[in-house]
């Protein structure tokens, strides 16, 4: 399912240089010395300062912390959503410093998927047509047959020809990690998937994270307050006030 583009990385840059691979010691996902400055109007603001770690292929990590310690950032930066003010990532064997912003989202395309607290379905198209499009984007020419499979696996294939509005929030986030797995990435970041859903709904939708997660071989980053879904985690990275504060190994991860 992977899309060629070698020729089309505004940057000259290759990132098809970093073939998959199923060696789970290869680092996936690599943050050195990770700063972010912006200008507020009190004056410079440091969100994240000095930040180094890496994940290898197949881990599941969660970051965790307090409201505002920096973790949507983070995320944000190493999937290239933005820049860092100071340091370097690399995704999937790619320097994402060498990449302009079409690479980075070249990148993200063929490597990476999303999931979301909002889930970020686009409204007008049905749950089968948001599944389809990030095949349909790579170009596989059986994408409607494959995203149903996926919808079947979700448990969402009856629903297939429903619009978000018609779905509930669990249904609509169903779809939305169908929608990242679509493209088998290299990396699942998700941002909050279970904080706008109860309890039960929230549960239920770890476990078929996990599960897609130990079928696919998929790296997992997480971002969560949700101490459940932590604890599926092998690692737990805690941010404290724009710092990397503590790591934790959990070796009865689920």
């Keep these: 399912m992977r899309v060629d583009v070698d020729q089309e990385a505004g940057s000259g840059v290759s990132v098809t240089g970093a073939p998959r691979s199923d060696n789970r010691s290869e680092t996936i996902v690599r943050a050195e010395n990770l700063r972010k400055q912006v200008i507020s109007p009190e004056g410079p603001l440091v969100i994240l300062d000095a930040i180094h770690f890496q994940i290898g292929r197949g881990e599941r990590v969660a970051v965790v912390g307090a409201s505002g310690s920096g973790k949507s950032t983070l995320l944000s930066l190493l999937a290239g959503l933005d820049t860092p003010s ?14 302009d912003e079409d690479g980075r989202a070249l990148l993200r395309a063929q490597r990476v998927g999303f999931v979301f607290q909002s889930f970020q379905l686009l409204l007008g198209l049905t749950a089968l ?15 409607g047959r494959l995203a149903l499979e996926l919808l079947d696996r979700v448990g969402l294939k009856a629903r297939a020809r429903h619009y978000p509005s018609q779905l509930s929030g669990g249904e609509q986030q169903r779809v939305a990690i169908a929608r990242a797995f679509a493209g088998n990435p290299d990396v699942l970041f998700a941002d909050e998937p279970t904080g706008n859903l109860d309890q039960k709904t929230g549960h239920r939708i770890i476990e078929l994270l996990f599960a897609l997660n130990r079928e696919h071989g998929t790296t997992l980053v997480l971002v969560t307050h949700d101490p459940e879904l932590a604890a599926y985690c092998d690692r737990i990275l805690e941010l404290d006030d724009g710092r990397l504060r503590g790591e934790k190994h959990n070796a009865e991860a689920r």
């Design 129 to 143: 047509e948001n599944v389809m499009l990030p095949l349909e984007l790579a170009g596989q020419a059986e994408a």
């Design 86 to 99: 100071q340091g370097r990532v690399w995704l999937a064997g790619v320097d994402l410093g060498g990449l």
